[in-house]
């Protein structure tokens, strides 16, 4: 979705357009998702990527800090949406940057994504909210969990423990399966 495109340079778009009496129109067009939340990280704005990247349509005055439906770390843990890095933009007032987590959407399949949210403030500072764009990290974090796996059967394979050896081959068999529900947004 975003191959051969900058996400900060497509942030910058963004914060760009927000000044606009247009910016609507503006992030709809954008090759990713984005989408806006206010001080009490309620989603107000959010532009058709979302969806695609979501799996589904969020809920105005329903969805809070994020779009996705169910949000979880890279080590298969559920994050609640209150802790996502959204949510701790808004709470800290601070941009986060170099977060990953995986979002599954409403039909199970599942999607790493790697989220840039951005507090928002007015002319006097206050701040106003947030933005938040969403990177497909997908096949990266295929990769990263399938070298997981790898470098836990070659250890396995290197031990005489046979309990150890379970335990290495279960860890692998849970990095494979974790890297086989990933799904880039153009294959879900």
């Not at 379970?166 to 890297?179: H, V």
Request: charged share 25%; proline share 6%.
């Amino acid at each position: 979705m975003l191959a051969n495109h900058d996400p900060e340079a497509i942030l910058d778009t963004a914060l760009a357009a927000l000044r606009d009496a247009d910016w609507r129109s503006v992030l709809d067009e954008l090759p990713a998702p984005i989408y806006i939340a206010d001080n009490d990280g309620n989603v107000t704005y959010w532009n058709r990527a979302c969806v695609t990247l979501a799996g589904r349509v969020p809920q105005l005055g329903r969805d809070r800090w994020c779009v996705t439906w169910k949000i979880y770390t890279t080590t298969g843990d559920f994050m609640p949406h209150e802790e996502c890095p959204m949510a701790q933009a808004i709470k800290e007032q601070r941009v986060i940057r170099e977060a990953v987590a995986i979002a599954e959407r409403p039909d199970g399949s599942r999607v790493a994504f790697k989220p840039y949210p951005t507090p928002l403030f007015d002319e006097s500072g206050a701040m106003t909210g947030a933005i938040n764009l969403l990177v497909d990290v997908s096949e990266e974090q295929s990769a990263v969990l399938k070298d997981q796996a790898d470098r836990c059967r070659r250890l396995a394979g290197a031990l005489y423990n046979r309990e150890s050896m379970r335990t290495l081959e279960n860890m692998a068999d849970g990095f494979e399966r974790q890297a086989a529900e990933l799904k880039p947004v153009n294959d879900a």
